[in-house]
């Protein structure tokens, strides 16, 4: 069975640090695009960062840029979203997802990817 595990997830004030994590089961990570999202009460779903799967860059959305990284361990079939110096408005839902084919310039689309995790919230008091 294909899965996507989010845990992490957490209540922390401001200019604090959580790290996400996503444990893949039922396939390879290593072999897809990987990519995080977040969802705030009220928005659509945002997607705020990748690891492409052709050449392994990573991407992040102009809101998280400087603050997450993301990255994945393949040998734990993990990937990873270490958030620093959170804020108020961080504060969402967190989704995995994972994509067989690269999406490229719209790796932040949703529609491209056909794995997802089942969310961990993350509340940033401030």
């Known amino acids: 069975e294909v899965q996507l595990q989010a845990s992490g997830g957490g209540l922390v004030q401001a200019g604090g640090s959580l790290r996400l994590s996503c444990v893949a089961s039922?396939?390879?990570?290593?072999?897809?695009?990987i990519a995080w999202f977040r969802q705030a009460p009220g928005k659509e779903r945002e997607g705020i960062s990748c690891?492409?799967?052709?050449?392994?860059?990573?991407y992040y959305a102009d809101s998280v840029k400087g603050r997450f990284t993301i990255s994945k361990d393949n040998a734990k079939n993990t990937m990873y979203l270490q958030m620093n110096r959170l804020k108020p408005e961080d504060t969402a839902v967190y989704y995995c997802?994972?994509?067989?084919?690269?999406?490229?310039?719209?790796?932040?689309?949703?529609?491209?990817?056909?794995?997802w995790g089942q969310g961990t919230l993350v509340t940033v008091s401030s």
């Open positions: 997802a994972a994509a067989r084919l690269w999406g490229g310039s719209i790796w932040f689309d949703s529609v491209i990817y056909d794995y």
């Open positions: 039922g396939f390879t990570l290593d072999d897809y695009a």
């Open positions: 690891i492409s799967s052709s050449d392994g860059s990573t």
